[in-house]
């Protein structure tokens, strides 16, 4: 079965033309899901591939949002650019860890000069996923901190729909729980079932079991 194919891409940034590693939906294979909805793969670890990146310029998003942009915010990525000369990452099906770390890395701070801090608070989180399957527990705490500052600004400052809104409680509440602040957690996780108790949310529904953890532990 193969794993991987090559889907074309035009650059909203710098009109370049590429082509970047896509993965066969047959091929993923989710065999669990830990406390903060992190999937883990049976086989080839979608993480390494959910971003897509010009080769070019270095414009880097998720696939769902690789598209047209604002012409201010093509600025501000464009004199981005000006610091990213000179770098260089393995776009390919063989890059490694630290390749998909700097995408990640880049696409974060490209999704705040768009003024998208939910996203980039995701690019964060799935940065400390990559640090988590590769073993890496100092890297992983430095991504769920920019992480929760990041969801905390999409909270405060965006116009949020009930499902994110949802999602960013509830990952305010897993990641401070992560980072061993109690207090914190449950207050997320309240605010949580305040504000959407009646919700069929998977969050909801693995927020109340979280609650009861950091709630009831000694």
């Not at 860890?97 to 701070?109: E, M, P």
């Not at 449950?186 to 108790?197: G, M, N, P, Q």
């Amino acid at each position: 079965m193969r794993t991987f194919w090559h889907k074309s891409y035009v650059c909203p940034v710098c009109n370049s033309q590429f082509e970047a590693v896509r993965i066969f939906s047959n091929a993923i294979k989710i065999k669990s899901r830990e406390s903060d909805l992190k999937p883990v793969y049976d086989g080839v670890n979608v993480l390494m591939f959910q971003l897509v990146s010009c080769p070019k310029c270095l414009y880097t998003s998720f696939e769902d949002d690789f598209g047209e942009l604002q012409s201010s915010h093509v600025e501000a990525i464009k004199k981005m650019h000006e610091k990213l000369k000179g770098f260089e990452i393995e776009l390919s099906e063989n890059k490694s860890v630290r390749d998909a770390a700097v995408q990640y890395n880049i696409a974060a701070v490209m999704y705040v000069a768009r003024e998208k801090f939910f996203r980039a608070a995701e690019s964060f989180l799935k940065l400390a996923w990559l640090y988590r399957d590769a073993g890496a527990p100092d890297e992983e705490k430095k991504a769920l901190e920019r992480a929760k500052e990041m969801f905390l600004k999409s909270y405060m400052e965006e116009d949020l729909s009930e499902d994110r809104q949802i999602a960013v409680l509830f990952y305010l509440g897993e990641i401070e729980k992560r980072l061993g602040n109690r207090k914190e957690a449950t207050r997320w996780f309240s605010e949580l079932f305040k504000r959407f108790s009646k919700s069929d949310s998977i969050y909801v529904k693995q927020a109340r079991q979280e609650w009861q953890e950091v709630s009831f532990e000694k």
